[in-house]
């Protein structure tokens, strides 16, 4: 079954054979006007077959370019599919803890906020068919991206997000309240938050344990990552010493968040670590829909296009052969 997406556009036809009326009243007009004289034989108009051979051929090379434009499709026989959705937000710190060079990538000495970059991007990527959100936090929380289809607008936000772009603390609380109004007004979803962060809530208008109510009220899962390294070997006057980058880092606040909404919560000391991280969070939540008939589609537009085309080529390889030939013709009668 062949359907248009755009039919109204198939009004563009008349555009033609309108414009070739009022060409030719025009012409009849100014020749009625014009005082009669003899002409030359070389100078006798074109016969009128080869005028309606031409405009014919111009009618039909129109007529596949508007044909093309109104976006023919084949739809194919209907199938039955359970469509299988997630639907999420990511929260992701930007505090000026996440400044600390303690991971690596490929061997190369990164921060946490480049790290996470690295692993989420990849994670965002392998979305397709998912519902995703974006949300920055600092000292305070707000919305980088609403809760889309368009992934790859929420990738390139967070490419784009920068450190100590909205302060140097941490409101956790904040970030998990504005998940949470994100998810109420939809109902039909399994309400996901993803929160990243390496430190402690130190900022904000909401409690970390007011927003793990708000969430486990309406139904909001957390899965919190805590990230950066245990232990890292730093020089000093005295020598080299091991300390604890991660000595902020709140992991029973991070943990009792995701216990209470039915979430859980991770551990991310390396980029290794966030990478299986994401890779477990890959089998989580799938949302089972109905099942709905759906017709397969594909587009037509191409043929016409391609066979508008090669008469309009037609016709101007006609005219070049045409002027040719009427200028070697008329050099034959000059040199004779």
Do not use: C
């Amino acid at each position: 079954m062949i359907e248009f997406a755009w039919p109204w556009l198939g009004l563009l036809w008349l555009l033609a054979p309108g414009l070739y009326l009022v060409r030719k009243r025009k012409q009849r007009q100014f020749s009625l006007l014009q005082m009669p004289k003899l002409q030359q034989s070389s100078q006798q108009p074109e016969p009128a077959k080869k005028r309606s051979w031409l405009v014919l051929l111009s009618l039909l090379a129109w007529t596949l370019l508007v044909l093309a434009v109104t976006r023919p499709q084949w739809l194919g026989e209907p199938v039955q599919v359970r469509s299988e959705a997630r639907e999420m937000v990511l929260a992701v710190d930007l505090s000026g803890s996440m400044e600390i060079a303690d991971m690596q990538i490929e061997g190369r000495e990164v921060n946490r906020l480049t790290m996470v970059k690295h692993v989420v991007s990849d994670f965002i990527e392998r979305r397709q068919g998912d519902k995703m959100g974006l949300i920055l936090f600092a000292d305070t929380a707000y919305a980088q991206a609403p809760i889309t289809y368009d992934l790859r607008s929420v990738r390139q936000l967070l490419e784009e997000a920068q450190l100590r772009l909205i302060g140097e603390r941490t409101a956790i609380g904040d970030a998990v309240a504005l998940a949470v109004k994100r998810f109420r007004d939809n109902e039909n979803t399994n309400r996901i938050l993803i929160l990243l962060t390496d430190g402690q809530n130190t900022a904000g208008n909401v409690s970390p344990e007011q927003a793990t109510q708000l969430a486990a009220y309406y139904d909001v899962k957390i899965y919190s990552i805590g990230v950066g390294a245990d232990e890292v070997i730093v020089d000093s006057f005295f020598g080299k010493r091991r300390v604890n980058p991660s000595r902020d880092l709140d992991e029973d606040m991070l943990r009792g968040m995701a216990e209470a909404t039915g979430g859980e919560y991770f551990r991310a000391r390396s980029t290794e670590e966030l990478e299986e991280i994401y890779r477990t969070l890959d089998a989580y939540e799938p949302v089972s829909g109905d099942e709905q008939l759906r017709r397969p589609r594909s587009e037509l537009f191409f043929w016409p296009a391609g066979a508008a085309f090669a008469v309009f080529s037609l016709i101007w390889l006609s005219s070049l052969l045409r002027q040719h030939w009427q200028r070697r013709t008329a050099r034959y009668a000059t040199d004779a």
